[in-house]
């Protein structure tokens, strides 16, 4: 078999040609980094990818369906009071229920 040439690197393109309704894309070719590149301080590079993340998650969050929103942030702490709430049988359930809220906030400072 003789050796086939290597593909032409492309970049990614959007365009439209005449009489075309939706752009063409090729594909992305990314080229190696150049030695030495990267992260002068990889701590700060961790630190700042984790607050990257948090922030994706959070807007992630508020996009969320409904039920996805509550199971992520409410429904733990909830079914933990509720939980602590059987067992107590307090002679005021909703006080009880509202102080174990405050009190045990994983988002509290």
């Not at 894309?25 to 607050?51: F, R």
């Not at 702490?77 to 009190?103: C, D, H, T």
Request: hydrophobic share 35%.
């Amino acid at each position: 078999l003789p050796f086939a040439p290597a593909p032409p690197r492309t970049t990614r393109c959007n365009s439209t040609a005449m009489g075309d309704e939706e752009p063409q894309t090729q594909d992305m070719v990314t080229e190696p980094p150049e030695p030495g590149a990267g992260l002068d301080d990889a701590d700060e590079g961790a630190q700042a990818q984790k607050a990257a993340m948090a922030t994706q998650n959070k807007m992630n969050l508020q996009t969320a369906p409904i039920r996805t929103y509550l199971d992520s942030t409410v429904v733990p702490i909830l079914l933990q009071g509720l939980s602590a709430l059987v067992k107590e049988r307090p002679a005021n359930p909703v006080e009880f229920l509202a102080a174990y809220l405050m009190q045990n906030n994983p988002q509290k400072a």
